[in-house]
């Protein structure tokens, strides 16, 4: 995958859906000239500068690897189209970045807090911290990273107080996402790639 591209990434779920659909132009011929012209293409820095910052991030929950580029995307994405329907190998060198969410932290979280994902429309959110007001609940909020940041925000309820524990009784059962759980899933099939990578 990419962290960037002039296409709005979240609509595909592979690279080849996009170039597919976006760039059906650098992929109208499968030919090795194809592919070495769509390598060819300047801002693939990853081949073209060594002092390019772009690199690759592996999230150890997720398992697929993403390349945070500076531009290229299409043309990389049509060069690995036709190079793999060629057969031809096409190495990439640059810094491995890895994440991994750390299982006794979260634990160590969800044992003080429930967490849910509420959203920031600014109408429900105001109506929303205002019913947290008035009920006198503790509770603290944070922005979610991305691709989440935008119109979700992730509510912190501690487990300690009567009040948040009604309230994210309240939440879990009139269908807020509960954040914990699905963190505690992405713990969950982190450690079963874990397992199964070589």
């Known amino acids: 995958g990419f962290s960037s591209s002039k296409s709005r990434l979240e609509d595909f779920a592979t690279t080849d859906q996009m170039v597919e ?32 910052s772009d690199h690759f991030v592996r999230r150890e929950w997720d398992g697929r690897v993403f390349l945070v580029n500076g531009g290229g995307s299409h043309h990389l994405a049509a060069a690995k189209y ?7 190998r096409i190495p990439l060198k640059a810094p491995l970045h890895a994440h991994s969410l750390n299982a ?44 989440r940041d935008r119109g979700a925000r992730a509510v912190l309820l501690p487990k300690s ?4 524990r009604r309230v ?21 099939r982190q450690a079963s790639l874990a397992r199964t990578s070589p």
Not at 82 to 88: D, E, F, K, N
Not at 106 to 128: I, K, Q, T, Y
């Open 21 to 52: 659909r976006n760039s059906p132009e650098l992929i109208a011929e499968i030919s090795h000239e194809r592919l070495q012209a769509n390598l060819a293409h300047s801002e693939i820095r990853i081949l073209h500068d060594s002092d390019s």
């Open 161 to 164: 107080v009567g009040r948040s």
């Open 82 to 88: 036709i190079a793999s329907r060629l057969g031809v």
């Open 104 to 147: 006794a932290a979260l634990a160590s979280l969800r044992g003080e807090f429930d967490m849910f994902v509420v959203g920031e429309e600014p109408f429900a959110w105001n109506a929303f911290t205002d019913a947290m007001e008035a009920y006198r609940a503790t509770w603290l909020w944070h922005r979610l990273p991305r691709p």
């Open 168 to 188: 994210a009784d309240e939440l879990r059962g009139t269908g807020f996402e509960d954040l914990g759980a699905h963190l505690g899933g992405l713990i969950d």
